[in-house]
């Protein structure tokens, strides 16, 4: 009981006062993901170094619920500093474990909208979930 | 205020296995019956009975357990057309859903009447179920869907539905029962004013009528009337199409092979009699059994009874929100004329938010835009948080509505 109204408190806080929202100008890369179910709209927009290789900073805009726009404003921080390389293996399950809260599998299309709207920005299919295989090859 | 039908509700109470569950530690509080009820005991029962007793398929064997099973089978079909008083056995017929059964008419009437030119009249309020076909129906055949406009109160504009009829009117389809904003729509009379002006057949989305009132589909003159059978309490797979005899008759069958013919040679079939020139295939036999012990449940209340009290529950739940500051309440503010669904939203709580917080205190209500999201375009919301009765809730849900309500408030601090 306590416990979820800590997780609560982690994405109010993120939902009233969301990270790196907002426009970003001249970005290397920007997609718009939707879910018309619900409504839910995130933008998001990156620029990389001067290498092209790293994530200097990423925005992000839109509506939602506490989870789609906590999650958008997690994502902005968690994935500053990663290269594309990293975040092209960065699943979605490494990212619903970064942020901490457990979320219920309804739900979890709302928390993951930023990270695919992200993916398609960059240019990037959703990484396989890793899997040992319990066969020799 | 006293609650007069108490016992209506004690019973059923009982009669629900699901209802004595806990979620989160919470009495489960189910606040979801619009989208689809929970089954009494007696449905349950009546369906472990077929399979456990007297099992078999139907139609087809000279066996004992097969000719009871199409007894069993075929008394529903009985039992149907008296809950809706239809004319003839003749004229129900089997589906999946109340969606299949639209598909049906838009299929087999549709593909073979609708012509370039011709228009569809549906509404604004509709369930994308008696949308889509349409609107698929009209693109493959270059016809048009034309949509009756609610008014601010949220009820059907009467004057312009019948302003839009025509004789270019071939189809009318509308939904008894909205499923969004609970209105009860005057179905009787829409009937009128389409034979008046129109040839239009009319077919009625009952998905939300039959489950909550009395209806009885000779009074209200329609062509076609469907409906599914999970959302009155009996089990998901079975839907019912009635359709007018001499229609149905003129018709080509929806789906063919099986059970729907009545000779098959290698050069092509002859079509069965009705109903079961509609039902190709196995249809869902324990299912409709199932349905059967619905229809007997509801029916030892009465339609009357079943209505009059959710119209209590609806009179004590809709005042209650509306009193509270932040609520608004999408649909009729009034009783009058509306059935138990009741869309609303507090402050700028997003419904996914509103539904986690009422799930953590054990309460189901459903969010989004429950499959109506052209009318929610119309409202000018994205989606909506829905809570709606049935014969098994009580006062003590309307009150966790209520404390959840708060509590979404404080949370947000609307
Ligand atoms: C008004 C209305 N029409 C049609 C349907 C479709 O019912 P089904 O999904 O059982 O085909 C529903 C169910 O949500 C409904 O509420």
Redesign the interface.
């Known amino acids: 009981m306590t416990e ?1 109204i800590l997780y ?1 408190e982690i994405i ?1 806080d993120h939902y009233k006062n969301p990270r790196n929202k907002g426009i970003m100008r001249h970005p290397d890369g920007s997609a718009e993901r939707d879910n ?5 709209r995130i933008v998001i927009a990156y620029k990389l170094d001067g290498k092209k290789k790293k994530l200097l900073s990423v925005k992000f805009e839109g509506t ?5 726009r906590a999650g958008a404003s997690m994502l902005t921080e968690f994935v500053k500093g990663k290269t594309i390389k990293e975040l092209a293996v960065y699943t979605d399950g490494d990212f619903i474990a970064d942020m901490g809260v457990p979320i ?1 599998p309804a ?1 979890k299309k ?1 928390a993951l909208l930023a990270l695919e709207a992200l993916r398609t920005a960059v240019g990037i299919e959703k990484p396989l979930i890793r899997k040992t295989s319990r066969y020799p090859k | 205020m006293v609650f007069k039908n108490k016992k209506l509700s004690a019973a059923c109470i009982r009669d629900f296995p699901i209802l004595k569950k806990r979620v989160h530690g919470k009495r489960f509080v189910f606040l979801d019956s619009a989208a689809s009820t929970q089954k009494p005991q007696a449905v349950i029962d009546a369906m472990s009975a077929c399979y456990k007793n007297y099992y078999a398929n139907v139609h087809r064997g000279i066996y004992q357990f097969s000719e009871r099973a199409s007894e069993a089978y075929e008394e529903v079909r009985e039992k149907v057309r008296s809950f809706i008083n239809a004319g003839s056995t003749r004229e129900i017929i089997f589906t999946r859903n109340a969606t299949e059964s639209i598909n049906l008419v838009a299929y087999s009437w549709g593909k073979a009447n609708i012509r370039k030119g011709d228009e569809i009249l549906i509404t604004e309020m509709e369930h994308h179920a008696n949308l889509v076909p349409w609107q698929e129906l009209a693109k493959e055949h270059g016809a048009k869907v034309r949509y009756v406009p609610i008014t601010g109160r949220g009820r059907l504009d009467l004057d312009a539905f019948e302003s839009m009829i025509s004789v270019k009117t071939k189809i009318v389809a509308f939904a008894h029962v909205s499923n969004v904003l609970g209105t009860i729509n005057p179905a009787a009379k829409l009937v009128q004013i389409a034979r008046k002006k129109s040839p239009a057949i009319v077919l009625v989305d009952g998905a939300q009528s039959v489950p909550h009132l009395p209806v009885d589909v000779q009074a209200i003159g329609a062509d076609f009337y469907v409906f599914s059978a999970h959302k009155m309490l009996g089990p998901s797979g079975v839907g019912v199409l009635h359709g007018r005899e001499e229609i149905l008759s003129e018709m080509r069958p929806f789906m063919t092979g099986g059970d729907m013919i009545s000779k098959v040679t290698f050069e092509g079939a002859q079509w069965n009699d009705l109903p079961w020139k509609f039902e190709a295939g196995t249809p869902d036999i324990a299912g409709v059994i199932g349905f059967g012990a619905a229809l007997d449940y509801l029916s030892a209340f009465g339609m009357k009874t079943v209505q009059a009290y959710e119209e209590k529950l609806t009179a004590r739940a809709l005042p209650a929100l509306l009193a509270i500051p932040g609520v608004e309440v999408y649909g009729p503010k009034e009783t009058r004329d509306r059935s138990s669904a009741i869309a609303f939203s507090v402050g700028d709580a997003h419904p996914h938010d509103i539904a986690s917080i009422f799930d953590e205190e054990g309460i189901a209500i459903r969010a989004g835009d429950h499959c109506a999201q052209p009318l929610h375009e119309k409202l000018g919301v994205p989606a909506t948080a829905r809570a709606s009765f049935y014969l098994y809730n009580t006062p003590a849900d309307i009150e966790a509505l209520i404390r959840g309500v708060y509590k979404v408030k404080k949370i947000f601090r609307v």
């Not at chain 1, 939602?64 to 789609?68: D, E, H």
């Open positions: 979820s609560r109010m018309p179910l619900c409504g839910d939602g619920c506490s989870l789609t219920t739900r709302c």
